[in-house]
């Protein structure tokens, strides 16, 4: 019982690692990636939807991203959702593709975005503490009903520690990593 205790408080957490590299990977840092309009949501025959099921989104270089639409009415809609949305960049569209050229980020935006995923690694860190407390009351709860002894009880506490510092050492990783992404220039 404690294993299963362990192993899901294991995978909550790395769930809020996962949650919180893709969340960096909608960041914009001064390259161009796909994962920047994975977010952006069209209006297709009256129902929202996803820019990559309406559209081919590649690369065309490191700074650009094209967005070429299966539907020629639909360069429109497209580039009102890439208007209306929270990436800060303007869509240049020649004909029926679109191109989206990722600007040079300045000093003082650098440095925005490096506080941003600073909070972003601490809401991770918050999820995963909640998790540890979650699973400590798990084995307090069967300390209480006489399932464990007193020794399994701080066996048990004590490897949901290391599962959790482990997993805060990752997070801590992952924005570092992200950081030194945004401060290159």
Known sequence: ????????????????IDSLRHDLLRLRTGRASTALVDGLKVSYYGSDTPVNQVATVSL????????????????????????ASDIGITPNTAGVVIRLNMPPL?????????KHVAAEGENAKIAIRNVRRDAMQQIKEMLKEKLITEDDEHRADDDVQKLTDRFVKEVDQVCKTKEEELMAL
């Open 1 to 16: 019982m404690i294993d299963d205790i362990k192993s899901d408080a294991q995978t909550r957490m790395g769930k809020s």
């Open 60 to 83: 065309a270089d490191s700074r650009s991203i094209i967005i070429t639409p299966f539907d020629k009415s639909l360069v429109g809609p497209i580039e009102k959702a890439i208007m």
């Open 106 to 114: 300045t000093e003082e935006r650098r440095k925005e975005l490096a």
